[in-house]
């Protein structure tokens, strides 16, 4: 039992570029997060999904494009990467009655 | 945006003593949860917790939930070099996403 996967751990991308996350888990959660995170700035919701094929946005969505066409998978895309998109990105999930949300070990971008 | 305050930002400390932090809102929460990131990993569950007043202990980790439903706290009694790490509050609301606290970043020196 793996838990959250991430893939790649780490990424360097030129500004313009484009790239996309990698989310997995095996515990069959139904709610699934992205967040990155930032010095001073702790944990911020970019997108999350409630169920497959659903997706919604969160605090701060704008430069990011999600898809959760499985169930168990939750991709996070970047179309034209900045360099205020350099931070390192986490994946969560959790159980449709349950608070309790499990991270992935992160994917570290940075963007030059 | 953020809606909990986590007090202290750092604490530094020397091996075997105890640490204490907590996380205070304006908002009544139905859930706190206290996770550890270790550095250059995600975030791990620590201790979950439901009700209000409820004390729940994981090894030397302690944490409470606060009778008004506003805040929670956490001690670490007797610190160990890997309690080194970044300690995180989290609220949860029926209906409503986690919200995080900022973090309380521990160092423990030998």
């Known amino acids: 039992n793996a838990g959250v996967t991430q893939t790649p751990k780490f990424r360097v991308l030129k500004t313009g570029q484009s790239m996309t996350l990698l989310c997995a888990q095996d515990m069959n959660h139904e709610y699934m997060y992205w967040y990155r995170q930032d010095p001073g700035m702790g944990l911020r919701l970019i997108h999350y999904?409630?169920?497959?094929?659903?997706?919604a946005k969160g605090e701060v969505p704008d430069g990011y494009n999600v898809s959760r066409l499985k169930k168990q998978n939750f991709l996070l895309g970047l179309e034209s990467a900045a360099p205020s998109q350099t931070s390192v990105y986490f994946c969560?999930?959790?159980?449709?009655?349950?608070?309790?949300?499990?991270f992935g070990p992160g994917t570290r971008l940075t963007v030059t | 945006g953020q809606q909990l305050n986590q007090s202290p930002q750092s604490m530094f400390i020397q091996e075997g003593e105890d640490v204490s932090m907590n996380c205070t809102s304006s908002?009544?929460?139905?859930?706190w949860l206290w996770y550890k990131q270790d550095p250059g990993e995600g975030p791990v569950l620590l201790i979950a917790?439901?009700?209000?007043?409820e004390l729940t202990s994981n090894g030397r980790l302690t944490a409470q939930f606060g009778i008004t439903r506003k805040d929670s706290f956490l001690n670490i009694s007797a610190s160990i070099p890997s309690d080194v790490g970044i300690y995180f509050c989290a609220g949860g609301r029926f209906g409503s996403r986690l919200t995080f606290g900022e973090g309380t970043q521990l160092t423990v020196n030998p």
């Open positions: 908002s009544i929460f139905n859930t």
């Open positions: 969560a999930s959790r159980e449709w009655e349950s608070y309790e949300q499990y």
């Open positions: 917790l439901y009700k209000a007043g």
């Open positions: 999904s409630v169920g497959e094929g659903t997706t």
